[in-house]
């Protein structure tokens, strides 16, 4: 992690800047989004929560109360805009953001294109599940509670010790041809991950000063999705 002035072990457990959150971005207003509305109110009270979702009736029912703000478009697009650095993103669609974001942003600058995660990866995380050309690890081989509040030390499913970071083990992956990127999710509240908006940035500058190939990865402690893309400059497109 860069940017942010903590050492390798306070980035285990701290949460980056800014925190506690002041803005957060909620992608979505399905059942996971409107929980995750719902406990992020309950924890940071003082906090401005925004709901992003492209059908105007999901929204409808944060519309009644005065906690939430609401906007209908895209989720992607809409980060595309404008994207503060102290902005809380917490993901909550079916769809892998990050990566998303990171495709159109590079697409302003050069051509990019997605690639399937590569099949040597499966090899090199847990518990590999292939979705199309999307790979997706987790430590876990059952459902996990619905509130889990992700500690660092065990498990709240099993009450054993925790495995590892995922997110860490997503960072070791090593590949001819590919350079690797993990976004890093922090638990906000129980059962609800998100990231700023300004880690978003520094990974995009990652990939965007290198042109080749890429794994891009989003991943908690426990659960993690990769996707490739191969990208070139402007200069170099033409």
């Known amino acids: 992690m860069k940017g942010d002035g903590m050492t390798s072990k306070d ?3 701290k ?4 925190y506690p959150p002041e803005t957060v971005w909620i992608l979505g207003a399905g059942r996971f989004g409107r929980l995750a509305a719902e406990r992020l109110k309950k924890k940071y009270p003082q906090a401005d929560l925004l709901v992003v979702d492209r059908r ?15 906007h209908v478009g895209e989720a992607v697009p809409f980060l595309a805009v404008e994207l503060p650095d102290n ?3 917490v993901p909550a669609i079916p769809v892998h953001v990050a990566f998303q974001w990171i495709l159109l942003e590079l697409g302003r600058r050069g051509r990019v294109s ?3 995660t590569p099949d040597e990866v499966d090899a090199l995380v847990p518990n ?6 999307t790979l997706y690890a987790s430590y876990a081989t059952f459902i996990c509670p619905d509130a889990c509040s992700e500690p660092e030390e065990i498990c709240t499913h099993t009450g054993g010790p925790r495995r590892g970071n995922l997110f860490e083990c997503l960072g070791r992956i090593v590949l001819p041809g590919y350079h690797t990127v993990v976004v890093r999710s922090w638990q906000l509240a129980p059962g609800v991950g998100g990231y700023p908006g300004w880690l978003l940035k520094e990974a995009l500058e990652e990939i965007a000063s290198s042109p080749g190939q890429h794994l891009v ?6 659960h993690g999705v990769i996707d490739g893309l191969s990208w070139m400059r402007g200069a170099l497109a033409e």
Do not use: H, M, N, Y
């Open 87 to 89: 902005v809380w993103i």
């Open 128 to 133: 590999p599940l292939r979705r199309g050309g």
């Open 114 to 116: 997605g690639l399937p």
């Open 217 to 222: 990865a989003t991943s908690c402690r426990c």
């Open 11 to 13: 980035a285990l457990s």
């Open 56 to 70: 105007s009736e999901k929204l409808q029912p944060l519309r009644e109360g005065p906690a939430f703000s609401t």
């Open 15 to 18: 949460f980056p800047k800014p």
